[in-house]
């Protein structure tokens, strides 16, 4: 399984960006999916995540109401739409996938990695 993230960029603040991650393969609909973020001199967290049916979104306190996860099976991508960003949600933004687990540490797929800029 492979997994390539893109749609980051230069924004300012307020501005919207969306990333996509494709995954290949062709058991992608029974993945769950999550993007996680890492900033500058910080660990790497949790942003958000969605069941492998898409009936179940998850989301950080700190990103929840502005970024939204969504899936198209019939794509293999999973997209982040981020809205009304922040100084804060400035990081390079992983996109990651496991058939039975949802979390940092655990899922055993990960993209490179896209970078989000957001200006003030």
């Known amino acids: 399984v492979q997994l390539q993230a893109s749609g980051g960029g230069l924004v300012q603040a307020g501005g919207s960006l969306r990333l996509s991650c494709v995954v290949s393969?062709?058991?992608?609909?029974?993945?769950?999916m999550g993007w996680f973020r890492q900033a500058p001199g910080k660990e790497r967290e949790f942003v958000a995540a969605?069941?492998?049916?898409?009936?179940?979104?998850y989301y950080a306190d700190s990103v929840k109401g502005r970024f939204t996860i969504s899936r198209d099976n019939a794509k293999n991508t999973v997209y982040l739409q981020m809205n009304s960003l922040k100084p804060e949600d400035t990081a390079v933004y992983y996109c990651?996938?496991?058939?039975?687990?949802?979390?940092?540490?655990?899922?055993?797929?990960w993209g490179k990695g896209t970078l989000v800029t957001v200006s003030s």
């Open positions: 990651a996938a496991d058939p039975r687990h949802i979390g940092l540490g655990v899922m055993d797929y």
């Open positions: 393969g062709r058991t992608f609909s029974s993945y769950n």
């Open positions: 969605i069941r492998w049916s898409g009936g179940s979104t």
